[in-house]
């Protein structure tokens, strides 16, 4: 702070002045010190209200399978309340209420059975009714500087790149969709990059978009190019009970350095207990909501909703439900609807904007299997879908989008007259091209038949060879429309220089 002198002996005016300008400068680096310790603390303290207001106590009585009886419970705590079961090893074991027999709570624990005995002591922390409203069934502190990092569904950074700063507000795990009144609209349509999508699936913001597919057949690589190349301030992602081997795969081939900088990744391996499977979606949606409440334009992905629904399986299965269709009780299929329609417009703010969640949930199916369950229910409740098909892998063409199966339901009040005639046009050739495919390569094929026939040779393959993406390729929507249009005119599939309308 201290001003060097500039003349042997400076004025008594230059020394008041140099005074004031260090008083100045102290009082500004005070204001600022201050403003970052009220900011800082916000983010770190616990709020006041979260200590509870006493502590009750039980005992484990017996335990099948992967759950086990609490007794001193019963009176208190309610479905989906966290308790904590003190092991023999003196570890603390978060675990849930799923269920309640006679006196006793039946709970699943986070982590492995292992360690708790019949006598282990359990415990439940008693809030005031509004606390337990905010605190029941979990929350996750989002901050906005997670964004580029890799965390397990309690909010654990799992990268190795050290702490989480957690953020100010809670945001509950299991919160219920907007009210639908309060609900914005569809937002405009947005550029997902990838070609076959933005031309035979066009999306708006906030559209929910099912992507059914089997194993092995692309998923994960659409998935990451959808990170990359579509328009969104954050992406938030969940893995839902993959293979550790292909998380590290996804992170570092699918999503890329690029992909990763704008993303939340919520992983829960397959080797981790039902809950933290479950979990590891309502997370997903805990944190795109933070996001989506900021008002930003969040793409949240989820691979797979059918793996989430077999988390939900196994825990209702062991609450003692009876198991319905295919094995899953009949409370997968009311709790999915809650998840997925958590996705999608955020509520309207004062100033007449809205955050958008626009989703896209995988579903595994193999074959050609109609009678899946999951994939049944999903489709029923979002806005489209898009199909992948083994055989269209199996001849090279990728991402293998069926898109005469694929469909988006807000097509007709986002594409203007001159893009639905040509999107129509490109279906049906693509309609009868796949009807005549197998006699041009039998050579059975007679040309001047029928001309729509002919005219399917003819521009089909282009087709398909216009959609046709590498993995680090992107094209905007505009562009997509222009090439389509070129194709249709003269055949060509040929890189396309986008011209100004
Ligand atoms: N756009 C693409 N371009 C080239 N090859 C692809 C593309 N998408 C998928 N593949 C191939 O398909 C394989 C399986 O893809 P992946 O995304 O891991 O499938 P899934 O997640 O459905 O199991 C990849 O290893 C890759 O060889
Ligand atoms: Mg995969």
Not at 33 to 42: D, F, I
Request: charge should be negative; hydrophobic fraction near 40%; proline fraction near 5%.
């Amino acid at each position: 702070m201290q001003t060097p002198p500039t003349s042997p002996s400076p004025s008594l005016e230059e020394v008041k002045h140099a005074v004031q300008a260090a008083r100045e400068e102290a009082a500004a680096y005070s204001g600022r010190a201050q403003e970052a310790w009220r900011s800082m603390s916000s983010l770190i303290a616990p709020s006041r209200e979260s200590v509870p207001i006493g502590v009750l106590e039980g005992e484990v009585l017996d335990i099948s399978g992967l759950s086990a009886s609490v007794s001193g419970m019963r009176d208190f705590t309610g479905i989906g309340d966290r308790v904590v079961i003190k092991a023999l090893d003196g570890r603390d074991i978060m675990a849930e209420v799923v269920a309640f027999k006679q006196h006793c709570a039946i709970v699943m624990p986070y982590g492995s059975m292992e360690g708790i005995g019949a006598g282990c002591k359990v415990s439940f922390s008693l809030y005031d009714r509004q606390q337990r409203q905010k605190l029941s069934g979990g929350v996750l502190q989002v901050n906005a500087s997670w964004v580029g990092r890799v965390i397990d569904p309690t909010g654990r950074p799992i990268d190795g790149k050290g702490s989480l700063l957690p953020g100010g507000e809670v945001q509950k795990l299991h919160a219920s969709p907007p009210e639908a009144a309060t609900r914005a609209r569809l937002g405009p349509r947005i550029d997902l990059g990838v070609k076959a999508m933005n031309l035979f699936t066009t999306c708006r913001e906030g559209q929910r978009l099912g992507l059914f597919a089997g194993s092995g057949v692309g998923k994960s690589t659409l998935l990451g190019m959808l990170v990359r190349s579509t328009e969104c301030d954050v992406a938030v992602i969940s893995l839902v009970g993959e293979r550790g081997r292909e998380v590290r795969e996804f992170i570092e081939d699918d999503l890329g350095p690029d992909g990763m900088a704008k993303s939340v990744v919520v992983v829960a391996t397959s080797d981790t207990s039902a809950l933290m499977r479950r979990e590891a979606a309502y997370s997903a949606l805990a944190a795109a909501e933070y996001f989506r409440d900021q008002g930003k334009s969040v793409l949240l992905l989820m691979d797979s909703v059918t793996r989430f629904c077999q988390a939900l399986r196994e825990i209702g299965l062991s609450a003692g439900e009876p198991p319905a269709t295919r094995g899953y009780p009949p409370s997968v299929f009311s709790t999915l609807p809650r998840l997925l329609e958590r996705a999608g417009p955020g509520p309207l703010q004062k100033n007449g904007q809205a955050g958008q969640i626009t989703a896209v949930f995988s579903v595994l199916v193999e074959g050609d299997d109609q009678n899946e369950p999951v994939a049944d229910a999903v489709r029923g409740i979002l806005d489209g879908h898009i199909v992948m098909a083994r055989d269209i892998a199996e001849a090279g063409r990728y991402p293998a989008i069926d898109v005469l199966k694929s469909l988006s339901r807000s097509v007709p009040g986002c594409l203007s007259s001159d893009e639905n005639a040509l999107v129509q046009k490109a279906r049906r050739i693509l309609a009868t091209w796949g009807d005549v495919k197998d006699l041009v390569r039998l050579g059975a094929y007679k040309q001047g038949a029928d001309p729509s026939a002919d005219e399917a040779v003819q521009l089909g393959p282009a087709i398909e060879q216009l959609i046709t993406q590498r993995k680090g390729e992107t094209m905007g929507l505009e562009d997509c429309f222009q090439a389509l249009k070129h194709v249709l005119e003269t055949g060509e599939s040929g890189e396309v220089v986008p011209q100004a309308s």
